[in-house]
């Protein structure tokens, strides 16, 4: 069974590094990286990049797992190319469009990418990935993480943030999928707020779901352990339907 996991916006695929290594080894695994692709100004634009890298790797059936922004593309991908996909996974992401609020912010921030560049960008902005809790205890290992990330151009920041606040509403795709659906969510998220996440919980007919305690919206690094054994029921499960 092969199993694509997609990173979120402003980190890149290495962020699955230690996650994948827990995970069962009798699937085959893959972590397609778009963190410095300048060229997509849509989520449809990373789908089609998608289809592309499966098209590459001879994959004709999957299991799609994304995070945050890339739970966006595996929702569009699912909707576009719903033939291919035996599982779907949201790993602290949602089927939700920007509300007009949050269009606003989008702007915003790409203003700031734009004056202040990406390193100064990713310093400010990665640390509200993780919980109060979690960045008290592991500033060293954040601090690392940033320097990993201050490299991404600055335009593939820019065009990921217009394609996030242009993206259509998929909850279709929750609603009409016949195969498992894995909503991961944060107790503690800002990003995706729980009741957000529970909502969208409450569409799926093969509902895999579950809600980390003491978590924001890093999952794989805030509660390594637990994240890697949902995932792992969700893909026997999803391996068992088919």
């Known amino acids: 069974m092969n199993v694509i996991f997609l990173h979120g916006f402003g980190e890149d695929a290495s962020v699955w590094n230690d996650f994948i290594n827990q995970l069962p080894k009798k699937y085959s695994y893959f972590t397609p990286d778009y963190a410095s692709l300048t060229t997509y100004e849509s989520i449809e634009d990373y789908a089609n990049w998608l289809k592309e890298f499966t098209q590459e790797k001879n994959i004709s059936e999957c299991v799609i797992i994304g995070h945050s922004m890339g739970g966006y593309i595996a929702l569009t991908f ?96 929750l609603t009409n999928a016949n195969y498992p659906i894995m909503i991961l969510a944060g107790e503690k998220d800002s990003f995706v707020p729980l009741e957000v996440a529970l909502e969208q919980i409450s569409l799926l007919k093969n509902n895999q779901s579950a809600v980390l305690p003491n978590v924001a919206h890093a999952g794989m690094f805030e509660n390594l352990n637990e994240s890697v054994r949902i995932v792992t029921d969700f893909l026997i499960k999803v391996e068992s339907s088919n």
């Open 78 to 173: 699912a909707e576009k190319y719903s033939e291919m996909i035996v599982g779907l996974g949201l790993f602290h992401s949602s089927a939700l469009p920007d509300n007009e609020e949050r269009k606003e912010i989008r702007l915003k921030t790409v203003r700031v990418i734009d004056q202040q560049g990406t390193a100064k960008f990713i310093k400010g902005f990665y640390p509200n990935m993780f919980s109060e809790e979690f960045r008290e205890k592991n500033s060293v290992f954040i601090e690392k993480q940033i320097e990993k990330f201050a490299y991404f151009p600055k335009e593939a920041l820019i065009n990921a943030q217009i394609a996030m606040r242009n993206r259509i509403d998929t909850r279709t795709v």
